[in-house]
Nanobody, 124 residues
C-alpha cells in the first residue's frame, strides 16, 4: 500500500527551527513531484514548496523563500523541509503530497496522494 508519513512537527519559539520529514513507501518516486503544503485553522491549504524527484529541482512559495529549504534522501525515498526563522504565522498542519508529473504544481487538488500531516506550532 502506498503511504506518505510526515514527522518532525512540534512546538517551537519564534525564530527557531524545525525539520520535517516525509517518508514514502510502496511507490517508486521517479517521475513524481513531491511537495509540502500547510493548512492553518480556518484557512485554505497552502503550497509551501515542492521538488521534482527525478532531478531535485525545487520551487518555493514566496512566503517562505529564504527561510524554508526542501531537500531529499533519494535512496530512502524521503523528502525534508528545513524551516528556519519560524514565525507565529507559520503555525499550521504541514502535509506532504505526491503526484506523477513533470513540474511542481502549487494547487492542492492537483495531488493524489497525501500524508496525514504533522502539527507545527510557533509561539511568539
Amino acid at each position: 500500500q502506498v503511504q506518505l508519513v510526515e514527522s518532525g512537527g512540534g512546538l517551537v519559539q519564534a525564530g527557531g527551527s524545525l525539520r520535517l520529514s516525509c517518508a514514502a513507501s510502496g511507490r517508486t518516486l521517479s517521475g513524481n513531484v513531491m511537495s509540502w503544503f500547510r493548512q492553518a485553522p480556518g484557512k485554505e491549504r497552502e503550497f509551501v514548496g515542492g521538488m521534482r524527484w527525478i532531478d531535485g529541482r525545487t520551487a518555493d512559495a514566496d512566503s517562505v523563500k529564504g527561510r524554508f529549504t526542501i531537500s531529499r534522501d533519494y535512496a530512502k525515498n524521503t523528502l525534508f523541509l528545513q524551516m528556519n526563522s519560524l514565525k507565529p504565522e507559520d503555525t499550521a498542519i504541514y502535509y506532504c503530497a505526491a503526484i506523477v508529473g513533470a513540474g511542481v504544481k502549487t494547487r492542492s487538488y492537483e495531488y493524489d496522494l497525501w500524508g496525514p500531516g504533522t502539527q507545527v506550532t510557533v509561539s511568539s
